[in-house]
């Protein structure tokens, strides 16, 4: 079992940056494939950006160009660049760890609030 833990949420202006954080118990956190995703009020929870073992990455429509993920295998975390942060960007941010070709290897994070104010 691996815990993952989010930090960095918060109340940010329109336009600015936060750095979410997904930290992980376990060092063989770096053989996962690890995704934020995010769950608006009233709204389906959506997929914001992935990040493979690799470093290979993938994004959003609607966060290309703001959004960037990157992993440190040396610290076993994730994180999520968010810069020009939209109202619509309001969500909880749920860290997910998995390997795709074993459904049994499928964590999830408690989320972090991330609300943008207009």
């Known amino acids: 079992q691996v815990q993952l833990v989010e930090s960095g949420g918060g109340l940010v202006q329109t336009g600015g940056s936060l750095r979410l954080s997904c930290a992980a118990s376990?060092?063989?956190?770096?053989?996962?494939?690890v995704g934020w995703y995010r769950q608006a009020p009233g709204k389906q929870r959506e997929l914001v950006a992935t990040?493979?073992?690799?470093?290979?990455?993938n994004y959003a429509e609607s966060v290309k160009g703001r959004f960037t993920i990157s992993r440190d295998n040396a610290k076993n975390t994730v994180y999520l660049q968010m810069n020009n942060l939209e109202p619509e960007d309001t969500a909880v941010y749920y860290c997910?760890?998995?390997?795709?070709?074993?459904?049994?290897?499928?964590?999830w994070g408690q989320g972090t609030q991330v609300t943008v104010s207009s």
């Open positions: 997910n760890a998995k390997v795709p070709s074993d459904y049994r290897i499928d964590y």
């Open positions: 376990s060092s063989i956190f770096r053989f996962y494939m």
């Open positions: 990040i493979t073992s690799g470093g290979t990455t």
